[in-house]
């Protein structure tokens, strides 16, 4: 239960460095990040991952992990948005875009390997149907050939 609960708490703080290393060129606030930003929005997210492999009933945790890598494609479509919106003269940043392209790789790349990792398919069947019942057994095949 303590690795779920520091797992979930480090992607979400990974998540939280990640907007506001969004937020910075925008100029909405003055912020001014520095190198711990660019360095913990990585470290906390991909930590936050690797405790959640290793908890125990990883298997129960797949739709938590699968939102919170999808908040990260989110955030990489968010980088990618805006960078658009700098490269057709809509918006001018008021400092370097090379901050967005930085979260556009590292939350982009995270979250499609974390995403892929998962069949969709067969995590929504188990959702639907927990316990599928077995399948029946086979008949016995007789030894003796039929003439």
Do not use: N
């Not at 901050?99 to 067969?122: E, H, N, P, Q």
């Amino acid at each position: 239960m303590a690795l779920l609960f520091f797992g979930s708490l480090l992607i979400v703080l990974g998540l939280l460095a990640g907007c506001l290393l969004l937020i910075a060129p925008l100029g909405i606030i003055e912020i001014t990040p520095g190198i711990g930003l660019w360095l913990l929005f990585p470290a906390f997210s991909i930590g936050g991952y690797i405790l959640l492999l290793v908890t125990p009933s990883f298997a129960r945790l797949r739709l938590l992990s699968l939102f919170l890598s999808s908040l990260l494609l989110l955030l990489a479509a968010t980088a990618a948005a805006e960078l658009m919106l700098y490269a057709s003269t809509i918006m001018q940043p008021t400092g370097s875009t090379l901050i967005l392209w930085y979260v556009l790789m590292i939350a982009g790349g995270l979250g499609i390997v974390a995403t892929g990792a998962f069949d969709i398919k067969k995590l929504i069947s188990k959702l639907r149907h927990p316990k599928s019942a077995p399948p029946p057994p086979a008949p016995p095949i007789s030894q003796k050939p039929k003439h």
